[in-house]
C-alpha cells in the first residue's frame, strides 16, 4: 500500500474528510488530495506531523516496516498484554482463512 493509501485509509477509518485533515494538519486541502492520490509527498516535517496525528510511525507510513503501531498511553501494562493477545489471534485467524 502506497503513502497516499495509507493516509486515505487512516483518514477514512477516523471519520475525516481531506477539509477536516487539512485543517488538523495546518494544509489546504488540495495538500490532502495531492498526498491521496500520489501526486505528492509530503516534507519530512508533514510526514512527522502525519504519523503523530494518526499514532503510527513514518516508517509505516513510508512501507518501511510491515507492522502498524499503536499509542498506547494511558493503558495500563496489563490491557496491553490484553491488545497483544487479540492481535495474535486475529493473526491466527487471518492465517486460517487464508
Do not use: H
Amino acid at each position: 500500500m502506497e503513502f497516499g493509501d495509507k493516509v486515505k485509509k487512516l483518514r477514512a477509518d477516523r471519520g475525516l474528510n481531506q477539509t477536516a485533515l487539512a485543517e488538523r494538519l495546518g494544509v489546504r486541502k488540495s495538500i490532502i488530495s495531492a498526498y491521496e492520490s500520489q501526486m505528492r509527498m509530503p516534507s519530512l516535517e508533514m510526514l512527522v506531523k502525519v504519523a503523530l496525528e494518526f499514532s503510527v510511525s513514518v516508517d509505516w507510513l513510508l512501507g518501511l516496516e510491515r507492522t502498524k503501531s499503536m499509542d498506547v498511553a494511558g493503558v495500563t501494562d496489563g490491557q496491553v498484554a490484553m491488545l497483544a493477545g487479540l492481535a495474535e489471534e486475529f493473526r491466527a485467524l487471518n492465517r486460517k482463512q487464508n
